[in-house]
């Protein structure tokens, strides 16, 4: 591993853990974005929650051409992001670029990770659109979190960016996983497709990490959070510690009924906010720094050579 990929955060693993919320600072939470195009508004409003190999949906069906139109509308929304040079920007270039390599990965059941990277997918945009739309009651505690972060700017590019994670990962995958199932169209588990993602993943790290460095906060490739008790891990194994937590936590889920139903996902939203709220404070600028004015500055200089 080189330098950036073994940027290191800390294991933050425990079922429910509450930190202390980050430093305050300036709320900037004007997010412009362009009107979502109607095919992509047609394609989300119509998906199917489990993959349909006769959907008249492309993304239902899971054809390679769903994976594109993520891609489309991922780089959308970070055009805008990035010309604000908005915190919430890190997270969503490492997303896209996590995104945009999944059709490059070998994989045995295409359909099933095409429409479940739809789904999940649109869970990231329904609440991003929710929170700057104002209607912020719609939207999961995690992602409040994570999205008022980015507004207050007080943390760092590194906590944008696993706070983001967290709750795409910890929460939204998990979910998006009840409502796919495990199973392939052809009745097999899905699980071997699932974890064949980690390896892309794994390798992803370093120059997602170069990348964000040096667009968006030339300290995400530099900074070391304090542990937190049993050690430390690097970006990629984050991303499969936390995918093979939401595979087992969508399992369970799906398996139980009722009442116990309901208490496994609640349980999912308070572990995925408690993870947020430690991550917030481990990566405040008041912790850390060096401060957003600094990574303000880095990015317009970054977005003006890019012209």
């Given at each position: 591993m080189s330098r950036t990929t073994t940027t290191c955060v800390a294991v933050i693993a425990m079922a429910t853990v509450l930190g202390q919320s980050g430093c305050g600072g300036r709320e900037d939470s004007a997010v412009a974005l362009p009107p979502a195009p109607k095919a992509w508004q047609e394609l989300s409003d119509t998906l199917p929650p489990a993959v349909n190999l006769g959907s008249p949906n492309f993304c239902g069906r899971g054809d390679e051409g769903c994976v594109t139109a993520i891609v489309g509308e991922m780089k959308?929304?970070?055009?805008?992001?990035?010309?604000?040079?908005?915190?919430?920007?890190?997270?969503?270039?490492?997303?896209?670029?996590?995104?945009?390599?999944?059709?490059?990965?070998?994989?045995?059941?295409?359909?099933?990770?095409?429409h479940l990277d739809a789904v999940f997918a649109r869970l990231y945009f329904r609440s991003f659109d929710a929170w700057y739309e104002?209607?912020?009651?719609?939207?999961?505690?995690?992602?409040?979190?994570?999205?008022?972060?980015?507004?207050?700017?007080?943390?760092?590019?590194?906590?944008d960016m696993l706070l983001g994670m967290n709750a795409h990962i910890s929460r939204d995958l998990t979910f998006a996983l009840v409502d796919t199932g495990l199973e392939t169209p052809d009745g097999r588990s899905a699980e071997p497709d699932f974890n064949a993602v980690n390896r892309l993943l794994i390798g992803l790290a370093d120059p997602i990490v170069r990348d964000v460095s040096g667009r968006l906060d030339p300290t995400v490739g530099e900074q070391v959070l304090p542990l937190t008790g049993t050690g430390l891990l690097n970006l990629g194994q984050l991303f499969v510690q936390w995918r093979g937590e939401?595979?087992?936590?969508?399992?369970?889920?799906?398996?139980?009924?009722?009442?116990?139903?309901?208490?496994?996902?609640?349980?999912?939203?308070?572990?995925?906010?408690?993870?947020?709220?430690?991550?917030?404070?481990?990566?405040?600028?008041?912790?850390?720094?060096?401060?957003?004015?600094?990574?303000?500055?880095?990015?317009?200089?970054?977005s003006r050579r890019r012209s």
């Open positions: 959308r929304r970070l055009q805008a992001l990035i010309a604000a040079c908005h915190h919430n920007a890190a997270f969503a270039l490492l997303y896209l670029q996590v995104t945009r390599s999944v059709p490059d990965a070998p994989f045995v059941s295409r359909p099933f990770l095409n104002g209607r912020r009651a719609q939207v999961p505690e995690v992602w409040r979190i994570t999205f008022e972060a980015a507004d207050k700017r007080s943390v760092t590019g590194l906590g939401a595979w087992q936590n969508a399992a369970r889920i799906l398996e139980a009924r009722g009442a116990e139903r309901r208490r496994l996902e609640q349980a999912v939203d308070e572990q995925a906010a408690g993870r947020a709220r430690l991550i917030e404070s481990l990566t405040s600028n008041l912790v850390v720094g060096p401060g957003a004015e600094a990574r303000d500055r880095f990015c317009r200089r970054s």
